[in-house]
């Protein structure tokens, strides 16, 4: 079914629009009760520089804000959920709140890894029991599965949100990626309202990424439990939901690629020109993501 300019306008220019001027708004209050503006002090002349650091809240509150006005204009779900895949909203909420909070915390060592791990794994565990279907017929089997996903979503928003490479330029154009390889394959599963709802998220993060270039701040740090926690539901609601032949695999591998960009950058030495550095680091999400869009193609193309 082709999109119509009612999809597009709803689905991708109001989330940009309204991600960007809320985090316009939060960032300039930002930078009026917080000194948020010093460079992050794990960059260094050689490696590709960190921004001025951007706060949990003004990324994730922009982002679920800029993705709820496409998604509640466009009815693609209820206010009052009922069926599991409809709690999806509420458990982005939860994880926009939780993330919020934790980043005003400030950026002490027992708030990241003491606080920010054990809340992130909280925050992973109440969604995905709320999102995880108790079907007899469920594959894989209930508990691994929810364990399972948990786990994942847990590796991937505290990597992303701890390691420095997470406050970096490159790293805008790994979530941007992210985005679009998870809404390609929903669609590729015979989803589009689905697919529509993880699009919200690329028009979104697309607004934070202009305004955060034209602030010169973190283009989409900060935004590591929300996003992982909005892209690895979607892509779990599709999967349980989904009777096209799309492999497991496709639904699992984009999730992958932040986690590997992040651990990536940790492991690169210093002296690497900022040029190959980001060219890797992109390279490390780009990978599995095509290959879960590819392995998604092969698989339908008898249907």
Known sequence: MPFSGNDLLWGLAAPLL???GLRFV???????????DQ????????ATPAMPAGT?????????????????????????????????????????????VVGLLGQSPLVRFAVLPVSYAAVAAGVGYLLMPTWDDLSPAY?????SWCVVVVLVSVTTELAPEGRRWPFAVVWLGTCLAAAAIVAISESLRFAQIAGLTFGASLGLVAVGLMMRRSLLGGVGLTLTTYLAGILLIAEVNSWSDVPL???WLPMAGPLFAAVLGMLLPAKVPAA?????????AAIPSTIAVVLAIVATLSE
Do not use: C, N
């Not at 508990?143 to 364990?147: D, G, Q, R, T």
């Open 39 to 46: 460079p992050d002090t794990d960059s260094d002349a050689t």
């Open 26 to 36: 939060l960032a300039g209050i930002a930078r009026l009760l917080v000194q948020g």
């Open 276 to 284: 190959l550095r980001a060219t890797l680091v992109i390279l490390a």
């Open 56 to 100: 949990s809240l003004e990324t994730s509150v922009a982002l679920v804000a800029g993705a709820a006005v496409g998604y509640f204009v466009l009815k693609l779900g209820p206010w009052v959920p009922d069926a599991h895949y409809e709690w999806l909203p509420l458990g982005i909420v939860i994880a926009m709140l939780v993330a919020s």
């Open 18 to 20: 309204v991600a960007a």
């Open 249 to 251: 695999v496709s639904y």
């Open 143 to 147: 508990a691994p599965y929810l364990a």
